[in-house]
């Protein structure tokens, strides 16, 4: 489902060298999660990485006045703070199940040996990386000089799933909620309900089947 423009993390899954991917999944640490559960708070697991190998979770940080900055969605075959392995910094980072989750744990110095006996993963990163920059000034922009309804609109087309796209209209995945989308866009619960109620009065979104749809021509 990972689409260059997507809110979808990249999938380092598929850049590690087969052999380390095959002895994590048969030897490493599994916990599984249940929808709503917290994976991970800052203040635990500053040694470990999580791989996700089933279900979905949200990636956000908290501000002063708790309010949630949602920066992602971790599905299958997505590593949570990977890039926290590479830092020195206090990690900051919480992730919750938005389904029942299963993670394989893993040490940092494990995962960050084999970045770096594996040169195209290393090259692989600093392109997410650039990427990440540039997603970022666009977020910001977005947030500086955009209206809340546009905002949104943009949101969707990061979140759309080409995959399940059905008679012109691509489909929000189901377990994100209008909260999650609120978080993503700096706005709040309630306005993101209205306004998508508006667009939908106006056909320009359409609520079928308890998911958002967006059309395909909107991505044009």
Same mark, same amino acid.
């Given at each position: 489902?990972h689409?260059?423009?997507?809110f979808?993390?990249?999938? !380092?899954?598929?850049f /590690?060298?087969?052999?380390? *991917?095959?002895?994590? @999944?048969? %030897?490493?640490?599994?916990? $599984? !999660?249940?929808?709503?559960? /917290?994976?991970?708070?800052?203040?635990?697991?500053?040694?470990?990485?999580? @791989?996700? *190998?089933s279900? %979905?979770?949200?990636? /956000?940080h908290?501000?002063? &006045?708790? #309010?949630e900055?949602?920066?992602?969605?971790?599905?299958?075959g997505?590593?949570?703070d +990977?890039?926290h392995?590479f830092?020195d910094?206090?990690? %900051?980072?919480?992730?919750?199940? +938005?389904t029942?989750?299963?993670?394989?744990?893993? =040490?940092?110095?494990?995962v960050?040996?084999?970045?770096?006996?594996?040169?195209?993963?290393?090259?692989?990163i600093? %392109?997410?990386?650039? &990427?990440?920059?540039?997603?970022?000034?666009?977020?910001?922009?977005?947030?500086?000089?955009?209206?809340?309804?546009?905002? @949104?609109?943009?949101?969707?087309? #990061?979140?759309?799933?080409h995959?399940?796209?059905?008679?012109?209209?691509?489909? *929000?995945?189901?377990?994100?909620?209008?909260?999650?989308?609120?978080?993503?866009?700096? =706005?709040?619960?309630?306005?993101?309900?209205?306004?998508?109620n508006?667009?939908?009065?106006? $056909?320009?979104?359409?609520? !079928?089947?308890q998911? *958002?749809?967006?059309?395909?021509?909107f !991505? =044009?």
């Open positions: 489902m689409k260059p423009d997507s979808y993390p990249i999938k !380092f899954y598929d /590690f060298p087969e052999t380390c *991917i095959e002895r994590w @999944l048969t %030897h490493g640490e599994r916990i $599984s !999660f249940k929808k709503g559960e /917290f994976i991970q708070t800052p203040d635990k697991l500053s040694e470990r990485v999580l @791989l996700v *190998i279900g %979905h979770s949200r990636l /956000f908290l501000n002063m &006045n708790g #309010k900055c949602v920066l992602g969605i971790a599905t299958e997505d590593f949570i +990977l890039l392995v830092s910094r206090e990690r %900051h980072l919480f992730s919750k199940a +938005l029942d989750v299963t993670v394989i744990s893993l =040490s940092k110095q494990e960050k040996r084999a970045v770096q006996e594996t040169p195209e993963l290393a090259m692989a600093m %392109h997410y990386l650039t &990427n990440k920059l540039e997603d970022t000034i666009e977020v910001l922009e977005q947030v500086a000089y955009e209206k809340v309804e546009e905002r @949104l609109l943009f949101q969707l087309k #990061k979140l759309a799933n995959d399940e796209a059905n008679d012109g209209w691509a489909p *929000i995945p189901s377990f994100v909620t209008h909260k999650d989308i609120a978080g993503m866009i700096a =706005s709040t619960r309630e306005t993101v309900t209205f306004l998508l508006k667009l939908t009065q106006t $056909s320009e979104v359409k609520q !079928f089947d998911r *958002i749809w967006v059309p395909i021509d !991505f =044009s």
